[in-house]
């Protein structure tokens, strides 16, 4: 319906005329009057259609005055968005920025000469690091590191379900932590290292400490990844809580240091879970999911049989960090 406003500019002395006017007919939707010290403003807002007549009955009526002026004015309305339609534009961007983030992680999981020298150079460096108690060293080796995209790939496939991508993930992921590992175990042939080297030693015991690091290593990792800002500095957080563990694990193998190598190793499996843990938990806490009801419900039981593999793996972790911290089972390699 096409709606029209007319606007007359009248004397003060006709607000009785107009007045009786407007109440002897129907045709418009809705009248107003305004005064000022000169003139009245009358506003009527009619359909169309009623147009030509309304204004033929104004100028008949007041067109002998001096001070009458009429002014017809087009009306655009402006569309209203309703519930549905608002609803169904917030599950459009969600869905498209999820798939997105879905797009970058997936397009960055794979094994190419870069991400393997990466590994080896990082690796070598780290050992250095902890042979010779450096700190810096470790750093420097952590952040070239290439460990945050498959753990932030692995909880991304989790979330959305997608089998295929956790597979390939799954496979770059063990492919980089066997190949650091061997490294590692390589050097510790070659230089052998004992609890007296304080960076070695510090990564034998398991505290408690320990999961709350890899718990907020992998919060970060997943926010950064869904506000497209994958810092050096997130992925040194990451890189703590696994490469020089790894790097310890290794070397202690080679040394054929038993008793605190499963230390480590326990170090080394529970953030894994922890990192894995607290990224799924952070994606699903920010609706990165698919958005289609039917997606959404396949996608949500895997993510509850992988969350609860995790969950599963982490408790028993737990379980021998208490054995650990009660000196239960070290007798058993001494």
Known sequence: MALRLIEVFLPLTEEKNIRQLL?????????????????????????EEWLES???????????????????LPVESLPIQNDSESAENSLYHKDKRNQEIYDRVAESIHLCSTEISLVILSTAIAAIGLVEGSEVVIIGAMVIAP????????????????????????????????????????????????????????RTSVNFSDVVLAFASGAAGAIS?????????????????????????????????????????????????????????????????????????????????VTTFWTIILILLIVAIFMFQFDVVKGNFQ
């Open 23 to 47: 109440s002897s007919d129907s045709h418009w939707t809705k009248e107003s009057i305004f005064k000022s010290q000169e003139q009245l403003l009358v506003q009527i807002l009619l359909e």
């Open 54 to 72: 309304v204004a033929s009955k104004l100028k008949e009526k007041f067109a002998h005055l001096e001070d009458f002026q009429l002014l017809l």
């Open 147 to 202: 460990l945050l995209k498959p753990n932030m790939a692995l909880a991304v496939a989790t979330t959305f379900g997608d089998l295929s991508l956790a597979i390939k993930t799954v496979k770059v992921g063990l492919t980089e932590i066997f190949l650091s590992l061997l490294l590692s175990i390589c050097l510790g042939i070659l230089v052998p290292v004992n609890l007296c080297m304080q960076e070695i030693a510090i």
């Open 225 to 305: 990844l869904t506000v497209g800002e994958q810092s050096a500095v997130v992925g040194v957080m990451v890189s703590v809580a696994l490469l020089p563990p790894l790097v310890a694990l290794g070397m202690l193998i080679g040394s054929q240091l038993w008793q605190p190598a499963v230390e480590t190793a326990v170090l080394v499996l529970t953030n894994i879970a922890c990192l894995n843990l607290a990224a799924i938990a952070t994606f699903w806490l920010r609706d990165i999911r698919p958005q289609k009801w039917w997606q959404k419900f396949q996608a949500g039981k895997i993510t509850g049989i």
